[in-house]
């Protein structure tokens, strides 16, 4: 099972809104990741969590917060965005204890923030 | 930083023609270099990968060649047929950022036609 997998699918949010986006793994991954991808560009790293602790934060506005709760769940909380961060959320993971490593990606969750 | 370019943006064959598309990064120290296709509202799949210590890897249609001198490397699909129209990305993993971030390249979208 080499699957990522995300929901929601699609998310339409306003801006006084909370919602949370969900990402679960069972490949025994231990590093997790969020990227965001606007439309016709490529992903760019947010969040690396490795052993369930925060690793890299790209610079990340705090109206984006990201939660490890164990090996095999990452979610990211969502509240009072903006329109701009209107775009396609991919969760990927991998393992974290080898020097090369694929990342598998899951499908994404489409939000639109109104 | 690394930086990835790649080239062409858009790619037009006839089923059945090759298809090159080529990257350059500017990181000497880069060590893993995937290949993703994203088709229309999915996630990123890997299709291949290369190490910095490997020149050239083939799987089936597709390949990827690695110039470690000249800092650039591309993928080749032979055969092409209509369902591999996608949105391909390739990326680069700075050593000095250790293993987890990959930097994508701005992507190119191949079109096959029948």
């Known amino acids: 099972d080499t699957e990522v997998t995300q929901t929601p699918k699609h998310l339409v949010m306003g801006m006084t809104n909370k919602k949370s986006l969900k990402c679960e793994q069972h490949m025994g991954h231990r590093a997790m990741y969020w990227y965001k991808q606007k439309a016709k560009k490529p992903p760019e790293l947010m969040f690396v969590?490795?052993?369930?602790?925060?690793?890299i934060n790209e610079s990340v506005p705090s109206r984006f917060s990201p939660e490890c709760p164990n090996s095999s769940l990452l979610n990211l909380h969502l509240h009072a965005l903006q329109p701009e961060d209107s775009a396609l959320y991919l969760c990927a993971s991998s393992q974290a204890d080898r020097g090369y490593t694929e990342a598998f990606f899951g499908q994404g969750t489409r939000l639109t923030v109104v | 930083g690394e930086n990835v370019e790649q080239h062409p943006s858009t790619l037009s064959v006839q089923e059945g023609d090759s298809a090159v598309i080529k990257c350059t990064y500017s990181?000497?120290?880069?060590?893993?270099f995937p290949w993703y296709k994203q088709e229309l509202g999915k996630g990123p799949q890997l299709i291949i990968d290369?190490?910095?210590?490997?020149g050239e890897k083939k799987d089936q249609r597709i390949a990827v060649t690695l110039n470690k001198t000249a800092k650039h490397f591309s993928l080749h699909i032979t055969e092409t047929q209509p369902e591999d129209s996608a949105v391909y990305f390739c990326a680069a993993r700075p050593m000095n950022t250790g293993f987890q971030k990959l930097v994508f390249g701005t992507g190119t979208r191949l079109l096959v036609s029948p």
């Open positions: 990181d000497s120290a880069s060590n893993y």
């Open positions: 969590y490795s052993y369930e602790k925060l690793s």
């Open positions: 290369i190490r910095s210590n490997v």
